[in-house]
């Protein structure tokens, strides 16, 4: 707000503060009179519903309310007149996304080191991916669900936003895009993105350039890149010589640095049968470019790495993260040939969250200790035949959605309610890293 310009309207700005002050409220800072000025004050804890919050002050103070969930926050920035209440400080990523879409006037802006409330949880950060519904980018994978069908279904079980799935999964045009999201009630994280980064003669920049327009639309704000090998599949990769890793990481760098024009987070996505899955290619990644990485916990124990065991050591280098669990039994088979990637999926080494091998009381213990306020994208990689008869993937996606919300509303005393500490299959514990 501007500086006060009479000696009147300054006093109506000093009897707004202590009429606030009487009611509850706490000045933190300023309020001070100085002539015909008061010096910039900051009131906490005031009454949205108060003369403090309502009235039109031509001065420099602000209002600070709170509210219990997003309901009453939107209804308390809409019920202020020319939007004087609509600013609203938030962790939860999806919550901002939707004040944008529905307060009517004013800003909704994320913190990223906050002071935890009930309306800023971890557990309102959980989305979902279209890989857990059986939506692949590999040709013949299996039969592909509607897209109406998957959205639908994760509203239901109550997921705060989606990944864009592969190309067709969503309209191309981006603002299609956005409008169908928007109808669900659901947020755009971003997009899984296979991309060839090895080759000297392929530059993957134009092809990114096009999709960030996609971002920009819906507002998503991840770039989840993998390093794909140009073969169909996951089932197969070549070795990587050195002149091939250094273009990978140069093109790392460069990806990162556009998707940060644009407003973006570019992610590193260490993937079974890419050009980066084993532990000491995860680690030649961290001490070579400057990306952030997606912590996807199956992908990272079948290529060989503890994901709980990275996430203690580069807690600072994970800005993204992709939760599935897994059978470490059949896991095994694939990193020693016995299987391919494929087979292991149709056979259930993907189980839901808390039923397989995957420490995620230890990962999300890291986590919280350097304040994550990204997404937790809930994923089971799912293989279907044809249209599923009752429930289908999403009774293994509400399960696990339970057990995270669970799990990241759990008392930070330590204390784990039974769902959390089940017994883990008598496995011995995953690879470590490197």
């Given at each position: 707000?501007?500086?006060?310009i009479t000696?009147?309207?300054?006093e109506r700005?000093e009897?707004?503060i202590r009429q606030?002050v009487?009611?509850g409220?706490?000045?933190?800072?300023?309020?001070e009179?100085?002539?015909?000025?008061?010096s910039p004050?900051?009131?906490a804890?005031?009454?949205?519903?108060?003369?403090?919050?309502?009235?039109?002050?031509?001065?420099?103070?602000?209002?600070?309310s709170?509210?219990?969930?997003?309901?009453s926050?939107?209804a308390?920035?809409?019920g202020?007149?020319?939007?004087?209440g609509?600013?609203?400080?938030?962790?939860?990523?999806?919550?901002?996304?939707?004040a944008?879409?529905?307060?009517?006037?004013g800003?909704a802006?994320?913190?990223h080191?906050?002071?935890?409330?009930?309306?800023?949880?971890?557990?309102?950060?959980?989305?979902?991916a279209?890989?857990?519904?059986?939506i692949c980018?590999?040709?013949?994978w299996?039969?592909?669900?509607?897209?109406?069908?998957?959205?639908?279904?994760m509203?239901?079980?109550g997921?705060?936003?989606?990944?864009?799935g592969?190309d067709?999964?969503?309209p191309?045009?981006?603002?299609?895009?956005a409008?169908l999201l928007?109808?669900r009630h659901?947020?755009?994280?971003g997009?899984?993105t296979p991309v060839v980064l090895?080759?000297p003669?392929?530059?993957?920049?134009?092809?990114?350039?096009?999709?960030?327009d996609?971002y920009?639309?819906?507002?998503?704000?991840?770039?989840?890149?993998?390093a794909?090998?140009?073969?169909d599949?996951?089932?197969?990769?070549p070795?990587?010589?050195?002149?091939?890793?250094q273009?990978?990481?140069?093109n790392?760098?460069?990806?990162t640095?556009?998707?940060?024009?644009?407003?973006?987070?570019?992610?590193?996505?260490?993937h079974?049968?890419?050009?980066?899955?084993?532990g000491?290619?995860?680690?030649?990644?961290?001490e070579?470019s400057?990306?952030?990485?997606c912590?996807?916990?199956g992908?990272?124990?079948?290529?060989?790495t503890d994901?709980?065991?990275?996430t203690?050591?580069?807690?600072?280098?994970?800005?993204?993260t992709?939760f599935?669990?897994?059978?470490d039994?059949?896991?095994?088979?694939v990193?020693?040939?016995?299987?391919?990637?494929?087979?292991?999926?149709?056979?259930?080494?993907?189980?839901p969250?808390?039923r397989g091998?995957?420490?995620?009381?230890?990962i999300v213990?890291?986590?919280?200790?350097?304040?994550?306020?990204?997404?937790y994208?809930l994923e089971?990689?799912t293989?279907?035949t044809?249209?599923?008869?009752?429930e289908?993937p999403?009774?293994?996606?509400?399960?696990s959605?339970?057990?995270?919300?669970?799990?990241l509303?759990?008392?930070?005393?330590?204390?784990?309610?039974?769902?959390?500490?089940r017994?883990r299959?008598?496995?011995k514990?995953?690879?470590?890293?490197g």
């Open positions: 707000m501007g500086t006060l000696a009147a309207e300054s700005v009897r707004s606030a009487t009611e409220a706490k000045l933190l800072t300023g309020g009179r100085d002539g015909a000025i008061v004050a900051v009131v804890g005031v009454d949205p519903r108060s003369a403090f919050s309502q009235d039109e002050l031509f001065g420099p103070a602000v209002a600070v709170s509210a219990d969930d997003w309901e926050a939107i308390q920035a809409n202020t007149p020319y939007g004087l609509a600013g609203i400080f938030t962790s939860d990523v999806a919550g901002a996304l939707r944008i879409r529905e307060i009517n006037a800003t802006c994320r913190a080191r906050p002071r935890r409330s009930s309306m800023t949880t971890s557990a309102d950060n959980i989305a979902g279209p890989i857990s519904w059986g980018e590999v040709p013949g299996g039969y592909q669900l509607a897209p109406e069908r998957v959205l639908d279904e509203t239901q079980i997921l705060a936003a989606t990944e864009f592969p067709g999964f969503l191309a045009d981006p603002a299609a895009m409008a928007a109808s659901l947020a755009a994280v997009g899984f090895h080759e003669s392929h530059d993957p920049a134009p092809g990114i350039e096009r999709l960030l996609s920009h639309a819906t507002r998503a704000g991840v770039l989840v890149l993998s794909a090998t140009g073969r599949g996951y089932d197969t990769r070795d990587l010589d050195e002149a091939g890793w273009t990978l990481l140069a790392l760098d460069r990806l640095a556009l998707a940060a024009e644009r407003g973006v987070r570019a992610v590193l996505h260490p079974v049968g890419t050009m980066v899955e084993r000491d290619e995860v680690q030649r990644v961290l070579g400057a990306i952030s990485l912590l996807d916990t992908h990272l124990l079948i290529g060989g994901p709980a065991e990275l203690r050591q580069a807690p600072d280098r994970i800005a993204h992709h599935k669990d897994v059978n039994q059949i896991a095994a088979q990193r020693s040939g016995r299987l391919t990637y494929t087979e292991g999926i149709r056979r259930g080494m993907y189980r969250l808390g091998d995957v420490d995620f009381a230890a213990s890291h986590l919280r200790g350097r304040d994550y306020g990204g997404w994208v089971q990689d293989i279907l044809e249209e599923p008869r009752g289908g999403v009774a293994d996606v509400r399960q959605a339970a057990y995270l919300r669970e799990l509303t759990a008392d930070r005393s330590g204390h784990q309610s039974p769902i959390l500490s017994p299959h008598g496995h514990g995953p690879p470590r890293l």
